[in-house]
């Protein structure tokens, strides 16, 4: 199948290279709302990616001229009773998990708006860049429904106040805002932003894939922890780590002054 056909097809494109499995939103006609359908297939792809270990990072991209738009409002209302509109948020909180609990990095590239579970996606990708067109917000509460779910990854990437300002309000924040806020960690000029995800992902996929896994469980481990148990976490893995082959090599590269050989 040529990727043209693939991508009229397909509501959820990936394309492997180099060690980088990319993954676009393809419903381009709704700015790549979170559909159950969708939904469905990223967490397949996500599935499929944790057991891949020639992947050593993951890119969240989108066709069109939103990135994500949050969920369906027109399936969520055709769902109808609580119990199978609990259904879908459901799903798309075991994407939001995955992204968390998946061994690779996660890399947003967002081109354009991202609203409600589009902000959630981006707030729950480990980095995020971002071209300086895009904007964000949090903007169920101008429809009756208070941004909840996406609250949960907000208020873990940017400050108190700043998270319940955009839920308040659902009020739009530029790129740079959203960067200042700590809800991306670069702002580009559109032109660029593939060129900068490229090479993000490609400085991340060259370090010792152990090393960066069980550093991404940790980090997000200790998060919700205390001071004590957190440095106990962090020695018990930071030690694991140095008596590890990779850890060995790493240790030996540097003393020999020379680049390490990471093995998959």
């Given at each position: 199948?040529?990727?043209?056909?693939?991508?009229?097809?397909?509501?959820?494109?990936?394309?492997?290279r180099?060690?980088?499995?990319?993954?676009?939103?393809?419903?381009?006609?709704?700015?790549?709302?979170?559909?159950?359908?969708?939904?469905?297939?990223?967490?397949?792809?996500?599935?499929?990616?944790?057991?891949?270990?020639?992947?050593?990072?993951?890119?969240?991209?989108?066709?069109?001229?939103?990135?994500?738009?949050?969920?369906?409002?027109?399936?969520?209302?055709?769902?109808?009773?609580?119990?199978?509109?609990?259904?879908?948020?459901?799903?798309?909180?075991?994407?939001?998990?995955?992204?968390?609990?998946?061994?690779?990095?996660?890399?947003?590239?967002?081109?354009?708006?991202?609203?409600?579970?589009?902000?959630?996606?981006?707030?729950?990708?480990?980095?995020?860049?971002?071209?300086?067109?895009?904007?964000?917000?949090?903007?169920?509460?101008?429809?009756?429904?208070?941004?909840?779910?996406?609250?949960?990854?907000?208020?873990?990437?940017?400050?108190?106040?700043?998270?319940?300002?955009?839920?308040?309000?659902?009020?739009?924040?530029?790129?740079?805002?959203?960067?200042?806020?700590?809800?991306?960690?670069?702002?580009?000029?559109?032109?660029?932003?593939?060129?900068?995800?490229?090479?993000?992902?490609?400085?991340i996929?060259?370090?010792?894939?152990?090393?960066?896994?069980?550093?991404?469980?940790?980090?997000?481990?200790?998060?919700?922890?205390?001071?004590?148990?957190?440095?106990a976490?962090?020695?018990?893995?930071?030690?694991?780590?140095?008596?590890?082959?990779?850890?060995?090599?790493?240790?030996?590269?540097?003393?020999?002054?020379?680049?390490?050989?990471?093995?998959?």
């Amino acid at each position: 199948m040529s990727a043209v056909l693939q991508a009229e097809s397909s509501i959820l494109l990936r394309a492997d290279r180099e060690g980088v499995a990319t993954l676009t939103l393809n419903r381009p006609d709704h700015f790549n709302a979170l559909s159950g359908e969708l939904l469905e297939q990223l967490q397949a792809a996500l599935d499929a990616i944790a057991k891949d270990a020639s992947v050593r990072v993951v890119v969240i991209a989108a066709r069109g001229r939103g990135f994500c738009a949050g969920h369906d409002l027109k399936e969520i209302r055709a769902l109808g009773t609580q119990e199978r509109i609990e259904g879908l948020f459901r799903k798309c909180s075991s994407v939001m998990t995955s992204i968390v609990a998946l061994p690779q990095p996660v890399i947003a590239q967002v081109h354009a708006t991202a609203t409600a579970a589009g902000c959630q996606l981006v707030a729950q990708c480990d980095l995020a860049v971002a071209a300086e067109t895009a904007r964000f917000a949090v903007s169920g509460v101008n429809f009756g429904l208070f941004c909840s779910t996406p609250s949960v990854a907000l208020a873990r990437n940017v400050g108190r106040k700043q998270a319940m300002e955009m839920l308040l309000t659902g009020d739009f924040i530029d790129a740079q805002t959203a960067r200042a806020y700590g809800l991306v960690n670069r702002v580009v000029p559109p032109p660029q932003l593939e060129a900068e995800v490229a090479t993000l992902a490609a400085v991340i996929a060259a370090k010792p894939p152990g090393a960066v896994a069980s550093g991404k469980r940790a980090f997000y481990r200790q998060l919700e922890m205390g001071l004590e148990p957190a440095y106990a976490l962090a020695s018990e893995v930071i030690s694991c780590n140095a008596a590890s082959d990779e850890g060995r090599e790493g240790m030996d590269a540097f003393i020999e002054k020379r680049k390490p050989n990471w093995k998959v």
